[in-house]
């Protein structure tokens, strides 16, 4: 029977609010923020986040039950490092451009094809999220905690925070938090969860 472990829950909230302040699907729903209702936004990306969690820490219990406990913490090794190389190559390119720009090419297609707010919110950042950062953190902690529950109920609390913040907030967020600070950190967070899986591995 799946057992809730509150210490996995808090620990995987700011992990994962960390991780999804300074990326895409983030930004996303601040700009649909714009477009329509602030409540039905937040909707449309918490029904968008919950599916996301839901595959993320259902991929991370079985690669527990599949693979060997080592081969767990190299996998999780790997993906942490190559989760961290993402932020940087988003740091990298967010020197030549906006990052609250960068979705909007798919933003306006979905609220063109959709009427409603919540739904063209649910479409983007179900497109979005796909391979994203958070989805891989998802999937490593669930591997690595053997409590995916708590990780999946953690990083919804995480992702709807943040989503809220975004539709709240607006541009006011980034004006208050610097974008590339935030970027930072999560490498720095990642680049330990890389050398802890990695002395765990070995």
Do not use: Y
């Amino acid at each position: 029977m799946a057992v809730l472990d509150p210490l996995v829950v808090a620990g995987t909230v700011p992990l994962v609010a960390v991780a999804e302040l300074p990326d895409k699907t983030m930004f996303a729903t601040l700009l649909l923020s714009t477009r329509g209702r602030p409540a039905a936004v937040w909707a449309g990306a918490a029904a968008a986040f919950t599916v996301h969690v839901a595959f993320a820490a259902t991929v991370g219990a079985a690669l527990f039950h599949v693979l060997p406990h080592r081969a767990v913490d190299a996998v999780a090794a790997g993906l942490f490092a190559a989760g961290a190389a993402l932020v940087v190559a988003e740091l990298w390119r967010d020197r030549r451009r906006d990052p609250a720009e960068a979705d909007r090419p798919l933003v306006e297609r979905e609220m063109v094809h959709h009427r409603k707010v919540a739904a063209a919110a649910f479409a983007v950042i179900f497109v979005a999220e796909w391979g994203d950062l958070t989805q891989l953190l998802v999937a490593n902690l669930a591997a690595r905690s053997h409590s995916p529950l708590s990780v999946a109920l953690g990083a919804l609390v995480g992702l709807w925070a943040v989503a809220g913040l975004a539709v709240v907030g607006g541009r006011g967020v980034l004006r208050v938090v610097p974008v590339r600070a935030v970027r930072l950190v999560t490498v720095l967070v990642l680049v330990a969860l890389c050398a802890a899986s990695t002395a765990a591995a070995a």
